[in-house]
Nanobody, 124 residues
Framework: QVQLVESGGGLVQEGGSLRLSCAAS????????MGWFRQAPGKEREFVAT????????RYADSVKGRFTMSRDNAKNTGYLQMNSLKPEDTAVYYC?????????????????WGQGTQVTVSS
């Protein structure tokens, strides 16, 4: 079992920045693929970013490419999502996810473990 706890969400003005953190516990964090997803009211949960166990491979949704950066510190059992140039359409609950698979995936169904989410609100 892996427990994930997100933090760092909040209210920010358009063009601002936030850094989300995902603290993991329970198993060897470095063995797990990590992902960030988000869900806005009335919409499906959508892929944001993913990073492999070593941090050497990552993938981003087109909507955040060039603005968001995902990273991880396996020594601290923590993953991060640096979000810059935020837009009102980035407003959503952001979820951290993890899975034991090696190959990165953008599909929510492929992730076994999920955090409770953290709210990000971007005002115009």
């Amino acid at each position: 079992q892996v427990q994930l706890v997100e933090s760092g969400g909040g209210l920010v003005q358009e063009g601002g920045s936030l850094r989300l953190s995902c603290a993991a516990s329970g198993r060897t964090f470095s063995n797990y693929l990590m992902g960030w997803f988000r869900q806005a009211p009335g919409k499906e949960r959508e892929f944001v970013a993913t990073i492999n166990w070593s941090g050497g491979q990552s993938r981003y949704a087109d909507s955040v490419k060039g603005r968001f950066t995902m990273s991880r510190d396996n020594a601290k059992n923590t993953g991060y999502l640096q979000m810059n140039s935020l837009k009102p359409e980035d407003t959503a609950v952001y979820y951290c996810a993890a899975d034991r698979r090696i190959i990165i995936t953008t599909l929510p169904k492929d992730y076994e473990y999920w955090g409770q989410g953290t709210q990000v609100t971007v005002s115009s």
